[in-house]
């Protein structure tokens, strides 16, 4: 791609996104088999687990299709936001896959244990770490392509989410010593 270029929507990269999204339903039904929701609030158990379930598709998908063809330099790449906060998602979930492996591996445990991992992983301090490494290098550069714009919204959302889940986390801590 020269620069300067936009990216634009192809019916690939619709497929693409398609099969995640139906990657990630398909995931939250086979967890909805092993892992009810509580009865306390069962409405935002769901909602979390659903969109949890899809974006940790999607992210995977944002980053197959930002390297595949038509694609910048990598140079240029790399300073995408959108780009990078998908790559940090993934690369903090390799991370804590590597961590319960032994677990998984020595105990026979189900998928449960990774899907855990998926939903309730704590990815948002990976995004703001590399946001913040960009924006310290000067090196951010957002593109108004719809790929760099959906990458960013995930990372955004990721984050919303697991701030959501931590101030759950608090009122249920709150609830629970009577305050």
Do not use: H, T
Not at 88 to 97: H, N, P, T, V
């Amino acid at each position: 791609m020269r620069p300067g270029q936009i990216r634009r929507f192809r019916l690939v990269d619709g497929m693409v996104v398609i099969g995640s999204i139906a990657a990630g339903l398909a995931l939250n039904r086979y967890a909805s088999k092993y892992d009810p929701p509580p009865e306390d609030s069962p409405w935002f158990f769901l909602a979390f687990r659903l969109v949890s379930a899809n974006l940790f598709f999607l992210k995977i998908a944002v980053v197959v299709l930002s390297l595949s063809p038509p694609r910048p330099r990598l140079s240029l790449l790399v300073r995408r936001p959108g780009f990078i906060a998908c790559l940090a998602l993934m690369l903090s979930d390799f991370i804590d896959l590597v961590k319960i492996s032994k677990y998984i591996i020595f105990n026979n445990n189900r998928f449960d244990d990774i899907y855990e991992l998926m939903i309730y992983g704590r990815g948002s301090n990976s995004v703001l770490v590399a946001w913040g490494v960009l924006a310290i290098v000067k090196g951010w550069r957002p593109d108004s392509s719809w790929l760099d714009r959906l990458g960013r919204l995930i990372g955004i959302l990721w984050i919303l989410w697991d701030a959501l889940e931590l101030a759950r986390d608090f009122a249920g801590y709150f609830k629970l010593v009577g305050w």
